[in-house]
């Protein structure tokens, strides 16, 4: 176990819904970060929040926003869905930077969109 | 843009052999390259490099980055069947962005 939290592992969900993936960062972290890995891309990182700020955004779709709340978990909002935003979602968390130590893998939601 | 080209994009090996693994990258404010292992799930970490020329060691696993030629490389020694996975090189820059390569898939057969 990480200490990265993901919830849910598994979700499938029909074209044009709209879907919310949770994380929980480890304890102590206020990065949280949101990647995207599919068959094609590889790992792409989408969105980084720190103490509750966006900080950085990669390729994030305008059809999916985040949010880190006071607590530190994060949400990412995936909307207007479509065949092709089918896959591995992986959140990561760091105390701020990657630090001495990188980040840390949460074990990812898989989305499946028919 | 920033990228990261990572080589060879697959690797089949034999138990015991020496494998070294490739990351080459164009980033614009480089602070730091990260590599890390995935086997079914997450990532997880092996190492940071910040500095040019200083290998971090980890058991069989060593790594070296050179800041001049833009590039680090991961070698595994005596390989195991258990250093399958896919070996992934990321790049942190000081804006914040995380680029990761596409990785590559190492199979070590027994």
């Known amino acids: 176990d990480s200490g990265v939290t993901q919830t849910p592992k598994h979700l499938i969900t029909a074209t044009g819904q709209r879907v919310t993936l949770r994380c929980s960062p480890r304890s102590g972290d206020l990065s949280v970060y949101w990647y995207q890995q599919s068959l094609d891309q590889g790992l792409q990182f989408l969105i980084q929040?720190?103490?509750?700020?966006?900080?950085a955004k990669g390729n994030i779709l305008e059809r999916f926003s985040a949010q880190q709340f006071p607590d530190l978990h994060s949400e990412l909002n995936l909307s207007s869905l479509e065949l092709g935003d089918s896959a591995l979602y992986f959140c990561a968390s760091s105390v701020a930077g990657a630090g001495t130590y990188g980040y840390t893998f949460g074990s990812g939601t898989r989305l499946t969109v028919v | 843009e920033d990228k990261v080209v990572q080589s060879p994009l697959s690797l089949v090996v034999h138990e015991g052999d020496t494998v070294t693994l490739n990351c080459s990258y164009e980033v614009t404010n480089f602070r730091s390259l990260l590599w890390y292992k995935q086997e079914k799930k997450a990532p997880t970490f092996l190492f940071m490099l910040t500095s040019s020329g200083i290998e971090k060691k980890s058991g069989r696993l060593s790594s070296i980055l050179d800041k001049k030629e833009l590039f680090s490389i991961l070698n595994i020694t005596a390989t195991q069947t258990g250093d399958s996975a896919v070996y992934l090189c990321a790049v942190e820059t000081y804006g914040q962005n995380f680029v990761f390569g596409p990785g590559t898939r190492l199979s070590v057969l027994p």
């Open positions: 929040y720190y103490n509750g700020e966006e900080r």
